[in-house]
Each structure stands twice: as C-alpha cells, then as structure tokens.
C-alpha cells in the first residue's frame, strides 16, 4: 500500500539525493512511496552509491527538486 511522507521528516524518500520510484504526493510538502521500505541509492550524498530506505534519514538531506517545484 502506498505511502506519503512529509518533508519536514527529511527522510531519503524526499530527498534530492535518494534514487528510488517516488512521486510527488497529493498533499503539499509530502512524497509518496510504494512502502517505507522502498529502496533507492544515495547519489552524491554521504552515503553516495549504497542502496538506502525511504524511510532512512541523514544529516545531509536536500529537498527533491519536483516537490519543490510543487510549493
């Protein structure tokens, strides 16, 4: 079952960095998920090249350009 995030958690599902099949959500400020355990690599960032969870966080977190584009 799909799942949306807000960005406030700075989680990877949201993050510029993080790879994995996301969209935007339907609620501003969220991103959706096929499951918080959804799998997508690190481009760029700390843990650049490892495969990461949506729901994983870091302290290097950038805001996913298309939700950006959203506000």
Do not use: F, N, Y
């Not at 807000?6 to 339907?26: D, I, K, L, M, N």
């Not at 501003?28 to 960032?45: I, L």
């Amino acid at each position: 079952m799909p799942v949306e995030q807000s960005t406030s958690a700075r989680r990877c599902a949201s993050c510029e960095r993080w790879s994995g099949p996301r969209e935007v959500g339907v609620a501003p400020g969220t991103v959706k998920v096929a499951s918080e355990t959804q799998v997508g690599r690190c481009c760029g960032g700390p843990w650049d090249g490892s495969e990461r969870r949506a729901r994983s966080a870091c302290g290097h977190w950038l805001l996913w350009s298309e939700i950006d584009r959203q506000r």
